[in-house]
């Protein structure tokens, strides 16, 4: 593999940034440039930045009944996709996900996991691990996911959850870790913030079923 180039945001000239959209999210409107790979300084680019926070997400697993906890809830981004010619009639804007919450300001992201875990299925987390912290869509948006994995008593989880002044309708559910894979291969699980912590828990598995288990 090619060394990789020594590039780092000082190599990136904010010319100016303004605020186009103030709503429940933000859009903010960056004209830069930034340092090529030959070493020059490029032209002037002008991108429209979707400034929607950061995020932290948790894959709830019960490792002494070997269960993990997912949610469904309707999502307006993914009806507003199924307009594109990618989708047909069959496919729903209610998504199969894990929990997740936006990180306010002053917040760690392991606080945000627990406190949405009660929220959105009523399931209190023990134990925590970092999944990892990636961008989600770089080319457009400043979010910023951090995933986690976290044990949890499953035996009790079950009914509908959310909080009702945010307009929240969510259904929690448990799968077994072998049709939580399958749900990935067939394309039943459809967003990455589910789909990274699923794969990344199919080679972890056993390995967290002996740290975490209560039962010998």
């Known amino acids: 593999m090619d060394k990789k180039p020594s590039l780092s945001v000082s190599d990136v000239d904010l010319i100016r940034k303004e605020t186009t959209h103030q709503g429940y999210f933000r859009i903010d409107h960056y004209h830069l440039r930034h340092r090529q790979f030959v070493g020059a ?4 680019i002008s991108r429209e930045i979707f400034e929607r926070g950061h995020a932290a997400a948790v894959l709830m697993y019960d490792p002494d009944m070997d269960l993990l906890v997912f949610i469904e809830q309707f999502r307006p981004g993914a009806y507003a996709a199924l307009s594109s010619p990618w989708y047909n009639e069959n496919q729903s804007p209610w998504l199969v996900e894990i929990v997740a919450g936006i ?20 399931c209190p987390v023990d134990e925590l691990e970092l999944i990892s912290h990636y961008l989600v869509t ?21 009914g509908f959850h959310g909080l009702a002044e945010e307009g929240e309708d969510i259904r929690v559910f448990t799968m077994t870790p072998e049709d939580a894979f399958k749900a990935v291969e067939m394309g039943s699980i ?3 913030m589910t789909i990274i912590p699923v794969l990344w828990f199919r080679h972890n598995r056993e390995r967290l079923r002996e740290k975490w288990r209560r039962v010998p």
């Open 41 to 44: 300084m490029g032209p002037e």
């Open 103 to 122: 990180i306010e300001d002053g917040e760690d992201p392991a606080d945000v996991v627990r406190r949405e875990a009660i929220e959105e299925a009523g």
């Open 138 to 158: 770089p080319g457009g948006s400043s979010e910023s996911m951090f995933s986690y994995c976290g044990r949890v008593d499953a035996s009790d989880v079950r």
């Open 190 to 192: 459809q967003n990455s």
